[in-house]
């Protein structure tokens, strides 16, 4: 819902999953923060800082530091951006989508949501937080998760997402450092949709294919994921595909090998790049990755679109995922973590 013509977009500097702090950037930032897992209070702190994982998770019961099985797994999580597309009601369950999908990614069900909104109240109309709100309650309900109030702040900038709490088994987490060399790569969700909203917020075009795509949960692919034994998996946003598979592949100490020409696109994402539709963050996602990456042929559309910086994308899963494609595969270590073929 669009109130007196009011366009979101233009109220913020970047957009959706594309505002991120750059890669290297934030690494730098939290070196050294990590003091490593361990028990505190009873308490296992399964997956914490140190691969840049989707969420955080602590096990609850059973287990504990010599490593034993067991025990329910607690996921964490939280995310939040300014406007991805200038409907409001669209851009609430485009962020409650995405920071769901951090539980999802680690084989997780979310349980529990609190808002996080920060509200230029002095010069957008509170009818419109109201409908950022209700998008992001229809999803998490649509999640079967609950949303128990949350947080907001007066901002110059509208921003809106999600803390997120959700529950897994331990044993059969999905981690990005579980990657083992003859697994095949699975992508659940096309790419493009970092510049098809660059589009969106510089001419006012809507992309529905692209706002259905944000929308959509990663839940079933989570599930289908676990079911089928997949034990390694990242969602797919700020940081595009290459940075999201560089973080699993150098976690896992492995080299993947990406089938370009196999990799799902939306309809106009091409035509986008070459219009010159490309964010200042999908240029750093390549910047960031170039060194660690032989991209063979591979074009410069094509190596934008494979870093385009997206906004509640799919799940990449080492493993084959029902109805998902098989966009490459995990290998030995090699002279590349990365390599474009």
């Known amino acids: 819902m669009s109130v007196a013509g009011v366009r979101l977009t233009q109220y913020a500097r970047g957009g959706g999953c594309a505002c991120k702090i750059p890669p290297g950037e934030l690494e730098a930032v939290v070196a050294g923060l990590d003091r490593g897992g361990g028990v505190a209070g009873g308490l296992e702190l399964v997956v914490g800082l140190e691969t840049g994982d989707d969420a955080a998770v602590v096990r609850l019961g059973g287990g504990g530091a010599g490593g034993g099985t067991g025990g329910t797994a607690v996921v964490s999580t939280a995310d939040f951006f300014t406007p991805v597309v200038d409907d409001a009601y669209d851009w609430g369950r485009i962020a409650a989508a995405n920071a769901l999908s951090d539980v999802y990614a680690m084989g997780g069900e979310p349980v529990l949501a609190v808002n996080l909104l920060a509200w230029p109240r002095e010069v957008l109309p509170a009818d419109l937080a109201r409908e950022v709100l209700r998008g992001g309650w229809d999803v998490a309900s649509a999640a ?24 897994a088994d331990p044993d059969r987490l999905l981690r990005n450092d579980a990657g083992v060399p003859g697994t095949p790569l699975s992508l659940t969700k096309p790419l493009g949709v970092g510049v098809l909203n660059n589009r969106h917020k510089a001419t006012g075009e809507r992309f529905e294919e ?11 692919a989570a599930r289908a994921a676990v079911a089928a034994g997949a034990r390694c998996a990242t969602d797919v946003t700020g940081f595009g595909l290459l940075g999201h598979l560089f973080k699993l592949a150098r976690a896992s100490g492995v080299t993947a090998v990406l089938d370009a020409g196999a990799v799902p696109l939306l309809d106009g994402a ?10 200042g963050g999908t240029r750093r996602n390549l910047e960031w990755v170039a060194p660690h990456t032989d991209f063979g042929t591979a074009d410069e559309a094509t190596r934008l679109l494979l870093a385009d910086a997206q906004t509640s994308g799919g799940l990449l899963v080492a493993g ?18 990365l390599v474009v073929r």
């Open 144 to 167: 079967g998760c609950h949303v128990g109030g949350g947080h907001s702040i007066d901002d110059p900038e509208p921003k809106y997402g999600m803390a997120v709490t959700g529950v």
């Open 210 to 220: 692209a706002v259905a795509t944000m929308a959509a949960l990663n839940r079933d």
């Open 270 to 279: 091409r035509e986008a790049v070459r219009d010159g539709y490309v964010s």
């Open 320 to 337: 084959e995922v029902p109805g998902a494609p098989v966009v490459g595969e995990l290998v030995g270590w090699a002279e590349r973590t």
